[in-house]
């Protein structure tokens, strides 16, 4: 911790200032002189009164940044904690290793000093905790503001977090470390189901060891999980020292395999203290658009519009290419958090639409049914429970392609999460949610609401850049049938 005791003297005494009787203005262009010289660093911070009793307690990614910006002339804090300027006389800080250690200092510290200026943890509202279900075979990590489901009972409890964002965000982040699940599947240790049982798509991007699909033992992953929790507990040096004591024998046994996990898992927490906050630059540009989209910015833009109330992390789009019913192809891409996940394409040739209309040469048009198709063959194991939705699908096109895709949704046994249609010129996004656990079944089993965001509204420009690319795919692969055709190589 940096002592945040200010070393200025009063010309008379040669002790101390008494900054009680300090001017308003002179206080705070002091305060501001010292939070300038702050580090640049992820920190807490710990505003103090004239007796030294803690006011506030918050985290920064950059200490010199937030801090300062209390203490700026043009400083607007709102109405809750504009008093917090009257009141306060000095501050500590404390340096963290990363911002996901500054998050969990500051949850700390506010439950055990319980400042009056963080009044969001003393009211009636209910704030997030972190849940690691350890009576599971294979222990889930969750966030969640109910704790008294009865799937928690026994579980380990961090929280509650005042800055839910902030929360998901380190999660996500340790995932990739630590690659725990964060799914509701019910996994037995030993059930032969598993062996079958297609993973998501963490698994394909290494944010979860899959043992749904039986990639992993239940020993195994309870000792990543129990890594996690010490990481959380702040006994980051003795897991390190203990993970490297278990890569050497694993060395020595020649298990090598295992000794290659462990190393890796040592540097990607190595790294976590590397990691820099990334700025507009990173962003990424689908081929078929000129427009730049921030992946993250985007999914969180997207979510609040829809009102959805979990994180939309994996998104599918659907599209359908022909030429005058010739041809009907139909593509499927994948987004991981914004970001295309390619080696999840997929391409179908439709085969329920008949190629030649009634006069033998033009095609038939129908992408309804091509649509239908296309939805069916790739969701039926989905529906028959061998692999898990994605968070959300888009479906290229208006209301007629929304409902044609919900009747194939309807044949299945599962609902799909949460479906979008998104047409071009009109750029309406119509919202398919499924019905409610024990409400009657509609004639959709769900509603679909158009919602008209503006055209620089950042989920919608996700969705557009999406639905994009699922024509650009759907259409490479059309035009590769059409030249098989001309050349007579079908």
Not at 288 to 307: C, K, M, N, W
Not at 379 to 390: C, F, I, K, M, V
Not at 433 to 446: C, E, I, K, N
Request: proline residues 6%; aromatic residues 6%; contains cysteine.
């Amino acid at each position: 911790m940096t002592t945040g005791r200010d070393s200025s003297t009063t010309p008379e005494s040669g002790g101390p200032a008494a900054h009680g009787d300090e001017p308003r203005e002179a206080r705070l262009a002091r305060l501001l002189a010292k939070a300038r010289a702050l580090p640049a660093t992820p920190g807490v911070y710990l505003m103090k009164d004239a007796a030294e009793v803690v006011l506030y307690v918050g985290k920064a990614s950059r200490l010199n940044d937030r801090v300062s910006s209390y203490f700026v002339p043009s400083a607007d804090l709102g109405p809750r904690k504009q008093p917090l300027l009257d009141a306060v006389r000095d501050f500590d800080t404390i340096e963290c290793e990363g911002e996901w250690e500054a998050l969990l200092t500051e949850n700390r510290l506010i439950k055990d000093i319980s400042p009056r200026f963080n009044a969001r943890l003393t009211d009636d509202k209910t704030y997030p905790y972190l849940v690691v279900t350890t009576r599971e075979d294979f222990p889930r990590v969750v966030v969640t503001r109910n704790l008294q489901a009865p799937e928690f009972r026994g579980a380990r409890v961090f929280g509650p977090f005042t800055r839910p964002g902030a929360l998901r965000e380190a999660v996500t982040l340790l995932q990739r470390v630590f690659r725990f699940r964060t799914c509701s599947l019910d996994i037995v240790d030993g059930d032969e189901r598993n062996k079958s049982f297609r993973p998501c798509l963490l698994y394909n991007i290494q944010m979860c060891t899959a043992p749904c699909a039986a990639k992993i033992g239940r020993e195994p992953y309870r000792a990543d999980v129990d890594r996690f929790v010490r990481f959380l507990t702040g006994k980051r040096s003795a897991m390190l020292r203990q993970m490297h004591k278990e890569m050497s024998d694993a060395a020595a046994a020649q298990e090598y395999e295992k000794a290659a996990a462990l190393r890796d898992q040592i540097r990607a927490v190595e790294r976590l203290d590397e990691r820099a906050r990334r700025g507009r630059k990173d962003t990424w540009q689908p081929e078929a658009e000129s427009f730049h989209v921030d992946p993250r910015r985007g999914t969180l833009a997207l979510q609040r519009a829809i009102g959805a109330d979990r994180p939309i992390r994996c998104i599918e789009a659907i599209d359908i290419a022909h030429l005058q019913g010739g041809q009907t192809v139909g593509s499927k891409v994948c987004f991981v958090d914004g970001r295309p996940l390619k080696n999840e394409y997929r391409r179908y040739r439709i085969r329920s639409v008949s190629r030649t209309g009634t006069d033998g040469r033009a095609g038939v048009n129908d992408d309804y049914a091509s649509i239908r198709e296309v939805v069916s063959r790739r969701y039926r194991e989905a529906g028959t429970g061998q692999e898990l939705y994605p968070d959300a699908i888009l479906i290229d096109g208006g209301l007629g392609q929304l409902h044609a895709a919900m009747e194939a949704f309807g044949e299945l046994n599962v609902r799909p999460p949460l479906v979008l249609s998104l047409a071009k010129k009109e750029e309406v996004l119509f919202v398919f949610r499924p019905d409610p656990p024990g409400a009657p079944r509609s004639a959709l089993g769900g509603r679909g609401e158009p919602v008209r965001l503006g055209r620089e509204n950042l989920g919608l420009k996700l969705c557009q850049a999406i639905r994009d690319e699922a024509h650009r795919f759907a259409q490479h692969y059309h035009h590769v049938m059409r030249r098989k055709k001309t050349l007579d190589e079908e």
